[in-house]
């Protein structure tokens, strides 16, 4: 009997916390609305950062994937010499893609890149030209471009392979200047986030410094004063999560848009995440934000008045 009246009670005052956090947040409308307004500011800049740096890191990975490899063939090669070999490519850890190109779409391509000038290989025709079939080979890893060279050239029909040598270091040095920057950027944007938003309760719990004297006089333990201040900014930190998502999402969609017609003017046809791509990951840093900062923030800025 005694251990079921033990747990009401305790159902009771975690009810009574639970529900002061909420009040708090109706009754003072002026701290309420400041914080949402600040919060939701701090967050907004923060989200359309985070996507950017989503996005660089999506179109880099992209432009990487299509980057590789050109393993030229002997013509003399039995089409099960060239299977072996394809199989062979397909076979290796960091191979991504495989294509195979025949002589004539060797000769194509030719055509193609001297459009201008095709009277230079008028002469060719058939298989009467000294362009050779090749394997055209993506990778998933571009550091390991050499190591996978080494294992393809050990076949005794390539007659030589073609690496974009140059344009795979400056794509990889991109790559990991991109992500060092944006690093930086990102750890140096969550600690304003903490900084402006923990100041902004600071000043909602310094508005309420009497409320909070008087309960402790007369007889509240911290942990009591302390729960619905907490809650009240983790219920702050909520809503601000719900308004930042909901615009972040309207205005990222439109931006996107203007800059995927503009990619495609351009002959950059790679698609932008889309904002249901980003959504988990944002909602999981923003109530880590939200629920943790606004949490903490309290936690923190009560800490001076629960200790005189």
Known sequence: MIEGVDIAVRYSIFGYLIGEGFRNVLKNKK??????????ATMFIFGIFFAAVQNI???TQTIEEQQGMEVFIYDE???EQKTELRNKIRS???????????KEQALESMQT???DKKFLLSTYDGENH????????????????EEVKNIIETSEIVSNIEIRSDTIEALIKIADGIKFVTSIILVILILISIFIITNTIKLTVHARRKEISIMKYVGATNGFIRWPFMVEGMIIGIISVLLSLLILGGCYNI????IEQAMINITLDIPLLTFQELFKTLLTVYLILGLGIGALGSAISMKKYLEV
């Open 77 to 79: 090669a039995t089409e």
């Open 31 to 40: 701290s309420t609305i400041a914080s949402l307004i600040i919060m939701c």
């Open 92 to 102: 290796i850890e960091y191979v991504n893609t495989i294509t195979e190109k025949t």
């Open 130 to 145: 000294p362009f050779k079939a090749s394997f055209v080979v993506t990778l998933t890893d571009l550091t390991k471009a």
């Open 255 to 258: 931006i996107t848009t203007q």
């Open 57 to 59: 890191n999506h179109i």
């Open 113 to 115: 890149m001297f459009k």
